[in-house]
Nanobody, 115 residues
Framework: QVQLVESGGGLVQPGGSLRLSCVAS????????MGWYRQAPGKQRELVAA???????NYADSVKGRFTISRDNAKNTVYLQMNSLKPEDTTVYYC?????????WGRGTQVTVSS
């Protein structure tokens, strides 16, 4: 089992920045990929960014050039640096970790972009 705890969400003005953090605990040695997803009301959960244990990254087209995912293996933490935020980025962001047999999810952190 893997437990994930997110932090760093909040209210920011358009054009502003936030950094989300996700700390993993438990059977973390089996984790292959960690990432961030978001889900707006009435919509499917979508991938925002992911990073493999080797550091390879993948981003949704809508956030390329604005968001950066990184991980600190010593701290068992993955980060999502979000710059140039837009109102349409407003939603709940979920941390995800995947190993060979399961996906694990955090409880989510709310990001609100509004003036």
């Amino acid at each position: 089992q893997v437990q994930l705890v997110e932090s760093g969400g909040g209210l920011v003005q358009p054009g502003g920045s936030l950094r989300l953090s996700c700390v993993a605990s438990g059977s973390i040695f089996r984790i292959n990929v960690m990432g961030w997803y978001r889900q707006a009301p009435g919509k499917q959960r979508e991938l925002v960014a992911a990073i493999t244990s080797r550091g390879n990254t993948n981003y949704a087209d809508s956030v390329k050039g604005r968001f950066t995912i990184s991980r600190d293996n010593a701290k068992n933490t993955v980060y999502l640096q979000m710059n140039s935020l837009k109102p349409e980025d407003t939603t709940v962001y979920y941390c995800n970790a995947a190993d060979a047999v399961a996906n694990y999810w955090g409880r989510g952190t709310q990001v609100t972009v509004s003036s």
